[in-house]
């Protein structure tokens, strides 16, 4: 049986059961394979805009099997998706900036019925930042340990809905709702990263933006005080 990357596994979870899905940056194609196997969804679209990694992928679907089941498709993030070929849309692997970069592209996203499922390596909050700008609403976010680094997972939904959130959001998320001890230093790690930001800017740059950092500093770290953690 095909095993997965926690960080993978982390996000193979949100998605739906019954749902045909697309992974965009499929690489070798191990999470459509693995949820196709595992009866989580009948078919998937394994996508890349590569074809050296596409290569790979095929190796991956011919060894288990699964040609009439998962499709290959050479693809820059959506664009060569049609609407109606999948309900979840999987992104791993890649930077925030860039997953906002192609989700934006694909209009058609903002539908109620589709989900889009991200794990984002770095700058989570520029996913997250599209999302609330958008009409997306997060539904919940999940945080695990891969080979000692720290990450963070998440499935949204359209729902045309423009709710207004704390400063801190963008970079918190529903991770405090997790109630995990890998999400609580996930958070202190963000903590971290943005007092570095904050102390830069108060030497080098703007006084009002590491303000503006402070604020969601303490905004975070009241959230994470919050937790009630398995550990």
């Known amino acids: 049986m ?28 191990y999470l459509p394979a693995y949820l196709v196997l595992n009866g989580i969804a009948p078919k998937a679209l394994a996508c890349d805009v590569r074809k050296g990694p596409l290569a790979n992928a095929e190796k991956t679907v011919e060894h288990y ?19 109606f070929e999948a309900q979840d849309f999987i992104i791993c692997g890649m930077g925030g900036t860039l997953m906002e970069q192609l989700v934006s592209r694909a209009y058609w996203l903002k539908d109620s019925s589709k989900r889009i499922i ?14 609330v700008e958008n009409g997306f609403r997060i539904l919940f976010e999940d945080a695990c340990v891969d080979s000692g680094k720290l990450y963070c997972a998440m499935a949204a939904e359209y729902t045309g809905d423009n709710i207004e959130k704390s400063v801190s959001y963008i970079y ?13 230093l996930y958070l202190q790690k963000i903590v971290s990263r943005l007092r570095k930001k904050a102390e830069s800017e108060r030497l080098h740059g703007s006084a009002d933006e590491a303000e503006r950092l402070e604020r969601i500093i303490a905004e975070t770290e009241e959230k994470i005080n919050a937790m009630q953690t398995d550990g």
Request: glycine share 6%; hydrophobic share 35%.
């Open 118 to 131: 991200v794990q984002p390596q770095s700058h989570a909050e520029d996913i997250r930042k599209f999302f």
């Open 2 to 29: 095909l095993n997965l990357s926690e960080r993978m596994l982390m996000a193979a979870k949100m998605v739906r059961h019954g749902s045909v899905v697309a992974d965009i940056g499929t690489d070798h194609a």
């Open 65 to 83: 099997g699964l040609e009439k089941q998962i499709t290959l498709r050479l693809s820059d993030g959506f664009d060569e998706i049609e609407p």
């Open 172 to 184: 918190t998320g529903e991770l405090p709702s997790c109630q995990k001890k890998e999400a609580r």
